[in-house]
């Protein structure tokens, strides 16, 4: 079965600090795997996407993910937290053809930063 | 990138009417637009898989003749929430997929409210 896994529901970190949000991920084939950002009351926003290739994958505001498929992992990391990166943050994966199948969404973690 | 909007972006409504919420792929074409819905504090739920020019695929649970899903045109679906009762007070987000890839673009998402 198709699952994604995002053991932290809820982080804290304090601004200027490193953060690394952790996703897992079970799926039957070459996955595409992604990370969206949620802010209340708005929809996703894609932060970075992972298809192919380069397994460390540089996305918007700074963030970036590695994915490895030895652990079935895609964690999204960023150097130092801004706070305006509070927020939700959802992990997700999908399948790689151009048929209809959607994206399979983790539980999402959210992100508090504090001066 | 591509943008996705939907309409209302805040709707309220009293209990036994219906509404319409649409959802507008603005500058590409999605044979392939997705339902979600979204309580507070948690993970996007799939409502259904809505393609263009056939009739919707809906996720188990989720009543069709409730949740009436159109996609008319390749930059249109609407989502119609027939008789809105209180408990379907929810967060309505769409998304269309960029194709060949299945990547999904989210639109701002539509906050219902049902008195």
């Known amino acids: 079965a198709q699952s994604v896994t995002q053991p932290d529901i809820h982080i804290t970190v304090s601004e200027g600090a490193s953060l690394e949000l952790r996703c897992n991920y079970s799926?039957?084939?070459?996955?595409?795997l992604f990370w969206y950002v949620q802010s209340p009351g708005q929809g996703l926003q894609l932060l970075l996407k992972?298809?192919?290739?380069?397994?460390l994958v540089q996305g918007i505001k700074g963030f970036e993910a590695e994915f490895k498929r030895s652990q079935s992992s895609f964690n999204l990391r960023k150097p130092s937290v801004h706070w305006s990166d509070a927020a939700e943050y959802f992990c997700?994966?999908?399948?790689?053809?151009?048929?209809?199948?959607?994206?399979?969404f983790g539980k999402g973690t959210r992100l508090s930063v504090i001066a | 990138g591509a943008v996705v909007s939907q309409h209302p972006s805040r709707v309220i409504c009293k209990s036994g009417t219906s509404v319409k919420i649409e959802c507008r792929s603005l500058?590409?074409?999605?044979?392939?637009m997705f339902w979600y819905r979204q309580f507070p504090k948690q993970s996007l739920m799939l409502m259904a898989t809505?393609?263009?020019?056939?009739?919707?695929?809906?996720e188990q649970g989720v009543e069709k003749d409730k949740f009436l899903i159109n996609h008319a045109s390749l930059t249109l679906s609407t989502l119609t929430v027939t008789s809105a009762h209180p408990e379907d007070s929810s967060f309505y987000i769409c998304?269309?997929?960029?194709?060949?890839?299945?990547?999904?673009?989210f639109g701002p998402g539509t906050r219902l409210t049902v008195l």
């Open positions: 500058d590409f074409q999605a044979t392939t």
């Open positions: 998304s269309a997929r960029l194709a060949p890839y299945n990547e999904q673009f």
């Open positions: 799926y039957g084939a070459t996955p595409y």
């Open positions: 992972y298809f192919s290739g380069d397994t």
């Open positions: 997700a994966v999908g399948a790689i053809d151009s048929g209809n199948t959607p994206l399979v």
């Open positions: 809505s393609n263009e020019g056939s009739k919707a695929t809906y």
